[in-house]
């Protein structure tokens, strides 16, 4: 172990890495002590979520409408990304700056907003001009892949389900079939939402991070 | 639970309300209900909501507006939007 723990620090001086970021099947997966031993430490544990048939009868009906984001949209959508988030490993590593972990999803959404691929869109909550929360979603061969989504935190009330439940019905009309994501299993108020629209949770991950000694810009 | 027997007076809209957040939320009936407010009352949360906005407009057979979905944010302004609606609430 020691030698793990010499050979990561080699590295993280040989290329200014500052932090290194591990996933482990929870279930198979080698024992998290042997990491923890070289100095990694657990910041989160994910879930995959996936549905194979939307259920409309656990779903509210939809009211409020999924567009796609228009050039207009970007402002709000970058603000509501840069302040909606807590949870992530970003977010609970608590060396990580939360300026820094908010960043992260405003260029998140800016890459995405810029990405010209095929079945990658961003949605958004609420007819123009509303803008309610985004979403994220790649859609290829009918599976949705669920990349990113957020809420606005500062609606007076929490709009997550509608947000999730208007955009899995847009990707069924599109021809999703399959639809799933990773969440954080620290994330209750999510994983009571996937619960509650009939989502099973599998593929448990354990994801750890590793600190460079001396690292400049961790806290 | 509210039953209700042939004969006797039906609900007022302010039971009918808190019936409707019992429900919903899962309060107790006993609940001080001044004092149910989104992000302060435990378990109301975006699923919820939705779950109260959809036992609303069954009970009082109306149709809210997406503003006031996002407005109503507390009991005493869910009593308000659906005053608008033509139901009277006693002080």
Same mark, same amino acid.
């Given at each position: ?7 990561? +620090? +080699? $590295? ?14 929870? @279930? ?6 042997? &990491?923890?031993?070289?100095? $990694? ?15 409309? +009868?656990?779903?509210? =009906? ?33 060396? $990580?700056?939360?300026?820094?972990? !908010? ?7 800016? #890459? ?7 079945? +990658? ?47 899995? $019905?847009?990707?069924?009309? @599109? ?6 994501? =990773?969440?954080?299993?620290? #994330?209750?108020?999510?994983? #009571?939402? &996937? ?5 099973? &949770?599998? !593929?448990?991950?354990?994801? @750890? ?9 961790? @806290? | ?12 809209? %302010?039971?009918?309300?808190? %019936?409707?957040?019992?429900? /919903? ?22 699923? /919820? ?5 959809? %036992? ?19 009991? %005493?302004? /869910? ?13």
């Amino acid at each position: 172990m020691p030698l793990f723990r010499a050979a990561l +620090e +080699e $590295f993280a001086a040989s290329s200014g890495v500052e932090l290194i970021s591990l996933r482990l099947d929870a @279930l198979s997966g080698p024992p998290i002590d042997v &990491f923890c031993g070289a100095g $990694f430490f657990p910041v989160d544990l994910s879930e995959e979520a996936s549905c194979t048939r939307l259920r409309p +009868e656990l779903m509210p =009906k939809p009211r409020f409408g999924i567009r796609t984001a228009e050039p207009e949209d970007r402002p709000e959508i970058l603000r509501i990304a840069g302040s909606a988030f807590r949870f992530g490993r970003y977010h609970t590593d608590p060396r $990580f700056p939360r300026e820094l972990a !908010n960043r992260r999803y405003v260029h998140w959404v800016q #890459n995405a907003l810029a990405s010209a691929e095929p079945g +990658e869109s961003v949605f958004l909550l609420g007819a123009a001009p509303q803008r309610l929360g985004f979403f994220h979603v790649v859609l290829s061969d009918g599976v949705a892949d669920l990349r990113l989504a957020a809420a606005d935190p500062d609606s007076p009330v929490g709009l997550g389900l509608a947000l999730y439940s208007e955009t899995l $019905f847009a990707l069924q009309r @599109l021809g999703a079939r399959r639809f799933f994501t =990773k969440v954080s299993a620290a #994330n209750s108020g999510v994983l #009571n939402l &996937f619960a509650s629209i009939g989502f099973r &949770f599998s !593929n448990p991950e354990y994801i @750890l991070h590793w600190h460079a000694p001396g690292a400049p810009h961790l @806290l | 639970m509210f039953f209700i027997r042939k004969g006797e007076p039906s609900l007022t809209a %302010e039971q009918k309300l808190k %019936e409707a957040f019992i429900q /919903a939320i899962g309060l107790p009936a006993d609940t001080d209900f001044s004092t149910v407010r989104y992000g302060v009352t435990k378990n109301w949360d975006s699923v /919820a909501h939705m779950q109260l906005i959809a %036992e609303i407009e069954n009970s009082f057979d109306i149709m809210l507006g997406t503003e006031q979905v996002i407005a109503m944010s507390s009991f %005493e302004k /869910a009593k308000e939007l659906i005053a608008s609606h033509g139901f009277e609430f006693t002080a």
